[in-house]
Each structure stands twice: as C-alpha cells, then as structure tokens.
C-alpha cells in the first residue's frame, strides 16, 4: 500500500512543480550554497578527509581530519554519510552497540552505471518530441522493467537494462557549444558483484568485481540499444566516458558499492525508519551529533531534505 501510495506523491510532485535544473550546471548551485555559508561568516574545507569524531564526556565536540588536524565545534556535529561511515570509521569503538548492530542489518541496493556522452549535434530521436525532453526512460516496458531488476538482484548483467537519459541542453543550452549537445545515461539496476551476464554474452570475472574493460564492454552494449533510437547516433559521438559501480564508489566512499541512494529504499528502510527503526528527528544514540543525507529521512532523490529539516530544529 505504503509503495503505491509513494508513487502517487512522487508523479503529483513532479508535475506540480517539476525537477529544477540550473542554469549552467549543477556547479553553480555548489557556488550559490558557497556564497550563502561565506557570506555569514562560514568556512568551507574541501579535500579534508575527516578520519573519526571526537567524544568529551558522551558528547561530540568535533572532528579528527586524517592529517592529524581538530576541528572543534561549537555546537553540533552533523554528518551527511551512510551508516556504514557513521557507526564505523568515524565512531569506531565508542559506536553506541545497538547502532553498531543496526548497521550490520542495513541493506544497500544495487550499483549504479553511468555514462556521459558530448555529441557534435543534438540526437535526431525516432520518436516525435523526444528531443524536447530533458528527461526519458528506454525500456521494452513494465515487464522488461522487472526482467532487468530480477537480473540485477541476482548478480547478472541486465540483457536489457532500463536506461534513463538526461538531456539537460533541451532545457538549458548554455550546458554545451551552440549546435552540439550531450547526454547523461544512468542505469539503475547494475549489480553490485557480478556472477554473469543474462545474455550470456559477457564474460564475468572470477573474483565478480568490475573492471575496466567489462565496463566499456558493458557500455558498448548500452549504446547498441541507445543508437536503435536515435538516427546517425555513433557517427555523432565526439566522447564517451563511462563508469561502473565500482568506479562511482571509488569517486564517493559513500556510494557503496555504487548505491547511489544511501541504501535500499524498502518500505522497512523508508520514511520515519530511514535508516533504522529507532531513527528519530536525525538524532544519534549520542549528544550533539546528527546524522543526516540519503541514508536518512527522508530519504535520496531530495536533495538537502534532511538537512532542511535538522536546521528548522536546531
């Protein structure tokens, strides 16, 4: 019930007030929350791995970066990780034991596959309109949506992967040069740790982990299926990169085993029970730390809902 309610609220979203796209990329909406923190006096590090929390009498009092620094706060500390980071690396042995346990029961869904793509002109879709879309999905249908899940649940490459395509040049042409344009493709239901291919075509490896030249094999596949519906695609083509779950969770120790959604979003690991049963109001099982992002309420695919949240409270 909880599942076809969800839909009704995600499809009543989207056409009330649609998926916002900014103007130049998303880099410019990084610059405008810079801007907003440095204006009122904060200070943003980057390429600052922190390596664990620090505890004084029970409570979090800041953080211990991997080059040895403190940083110390005044009055909270709040983190946007999966559990996983949270009640291990950052907490270690002072991890409150019912979170620790948990943690080992929290789920992650299946891997992510990417791959973007600059063309030397727009995509001359087959299908009237397309190419107006900022947004579409290539699928045989409902029944080949399950077909590729079911694959990818059980460790086999998709024969025929859902693709999603982004066409952010159809809303905003400042993303590319005047006359070209580009796609980003993500697939959903790539698995984690590979047993085979479903198509009986692709050779996994031994140890199941992704490698560089099944990714492009893999993707090669994908683009068979892309140009069947888009005119004179290949010739099109300026550059391709692609990349496997293994490499997104290479990029982001967050996206665990290319989960790019903080977890599996079961009904059991949603809403108030993301991403424990206990969860309540982003709280942890210790004072002054929060935890917030895509593993927590309410949840991924809204971005800064949980910090949102958490600041109208603190």
Known sequence: VFAGQIAKVIAFALEAAGAPIVKGGAKNLLSA????????????????????IILTGGRATGVRLASG????A?????????????YGRLLGSEAPKADVEAT????????????????????????????KVALLHLTPGLNGVSKACNEAARGMLPEVPTICVGQPHALDPSRCPEG?????????????????DAAGKLQAPADGQWTDALREAYADRVEAILASHIDGFKA????????SPADLEAMNINLVGGDPYGGSSTIDQSFLWRPFKTSRNHQTGIKNLYHIGASTHPGAGLGGGSGFLLAGRL
């Open 33 to 52: 929350f810079e801007a907003l923190i440095t204006e009122r006096g904060g200070v943003i590090s980057t390429e600052a791995d922190v390596a664990s």
């Open 69 to 72: 620094e403190t940083v110390n």
């Open 74 to 86: 005044k009055k909270s500390v709040i983190c946007s990780v999966t559990p996983t980071q949270l």
């Open 104 to 131: 080992q029961k929290y789920r992650y869904g299946k891997g992510n596959f990417q791959i973007h793509y600059a063309l030397d002109k727009p995509p001359a879709w087959r299908g009237e309109g397309l190419d």
């Open 180 to 196: 070209k344009a580009i796609l980003w493709l993500q697939l959903p239901e790539a698995p984690r740790h590979i047993k085979g």
């Open 236 to 243: 099109s083509v300026i550059a391709r990169r692609a990349y």
